[in-house]
């Protein structure tokens, strides 16, 4: 996920892009074939030999009060946080994505993310000694950090607050205009001293990411992942060439807002509007507009017995090169988040869902990735 300053908010290789079925009464069919998943069943980072559950959980919200929570964070929330955290281990989700500023002073948070998500893991550890969890976080290209060392320095300072000696991928969360050379030198780096399994980066557009991609090969090192906004009503990483980048590459892509902030869940109407920032991007003449595919997306999900947030992280499956990550503040939402795996849409549903979404102006995105 971004650290969203706006007013709105694995790819495997080509050989391995999935093959929907045609036709609605082959989806039992192909319940035991190579189309469908289930929670436990794990893809490869890049090209990479880490391997991570093809849904993912963001940990943005954990300790946020500048976007998320209402401005607020207390007990209660902690508890939820925790409860999230453990019922997508339960479900079969262990991949966990956080990063330095989540939660943060810098953010106004009230506690940082990775220091959550470190508690979280310590505890659940402690009764359940074999739980396998991956972790990834991001370092912060802020303006007055220069240099490969720099990278490596706050590395060391997110493996203290997560309690961890390594993180199983490490991502630049965004592009900076100062250093992006010292700072994909600085993910090389840390692949070589084993602070991390795999390395990628966020908010890349194509020419940045391809170069990043390529310093990193003259390493003998994969650049595992680009994680940006993409969900059925932003896909900007479709018109941009991003995404057609990942399919070559062989870069993973990571779907940060998968269900567009909560706006694809079916949640909200006009009268029923997003709280805090979210209510300056989906207006309610935004989801006026939204309302028609929402209804085909109830629509599908019922054919299936799914709802639209497990319809709406289907689709990105279903593009064959995607993790989504959406972000769980709570039990409930972990374990619906769950029921978007082990089945998949028709290749019709998905090309309808795309062409009804295509009528909806898409919101402003995180503008670094611009850049």
């Not at 990483?237 to 980048?245: D, I, L, Y």
Request: hydrophobic content about 35%.
């Amino acid at each position: 996920m971004a650290l969203h300053v706006s007013t709105a908010s694995p790819c495997f290789s080509g050989a391995s892009r999935l093959t929907l079925p045609k036709r609605r009464d082959s989806v039992r069919a192909v319940a035991s074939g190579d189309v469908t998943t289930s929670p436990e069943e794990k893809v490869r980072l890049g090209g990479t030999e880490l391997r991570v559950t093809r849904l993912g959980i963001g940990a943005w919200s954990w300790g946020d009060t500048s976007y998320w929570n209402n401005f607020d964070w207390d007990d209660r929330k902690m508890k939820a946080a925790k409860a999230a955290f453990d019922s997508s281990i339960d479900e079969g989700i262990t991949l966990f994505d956080t990063a330095e500023v989540y939660g943060s002073r810098l953010s106004f948070g009230a506690i940082n993310s990775e220091t959550l998500l470190g508690r979280f893991i310590k505890e659940r550890k402690e009764r359940d000694p074999g739980v396998e969890v991956a972790v990834a976080t991001k370092f912060a290209a802020l303006p007055w950090r220069l240099g490969r060392q720099s990278v490596i320095t706050a590395l060391k300072d997110s493996l203290h607050r997560l309690g961890l000696s390594s993180v199983d991928l490490y991502q630049l969360h965004w592009p900076g205009v100062w250093g992006n050379e010292g700072y994909i030198d600085g993910l090389g780096d840390a692949v070589e001293q084993g602070l991390v399994k795999a390395v990628g980066v966020s908010n890349y557009g194509e020419r940045r990411l391809r170069d990043a991609y390529e310093k990193l090969k003259r390493r003998g090192i994969p650049l595992a992942s680009n994680q940006v906004n993409y969900s059925l009503i932003y896909r900007k990483p479709e018109e941009n060439g991003v995404k057609a980048t990942c399919d070559e590459l062989g870069i993973t892509l990571i779907a940060y807002s998968p269900i567009a902030q909560g706006a694809l869940t079916g949640k909200y109407t006009p009268n029923n509007t997003p709280s805090g920032p979210r209510a300056q991007i989906y207006t309610p003449e935004f989801l006026t507009l939204l309302q028609p595919l929402l209804k085909r997306i109830k629509e599908i999900g019922d054919s299936y017995g799914k709802t639209p947030t497990q319809v709406s992280l289907n689709w990105l499956i279903a593009q064959g090169n995607v993790v989504p990550i959406p972000g769980a503040k709570n039990a409930e939402q972990a374990k619906e988040f769950a029921g978007a795996l082990g089945w998949m849409l028709t290749q019709d549903e998905v090309d309808e869902l795309r062409s009804m979404a295509k009528e909806i102006r898409p919101v402003v995105g995180f503008p670094v990735e611009n850049l």
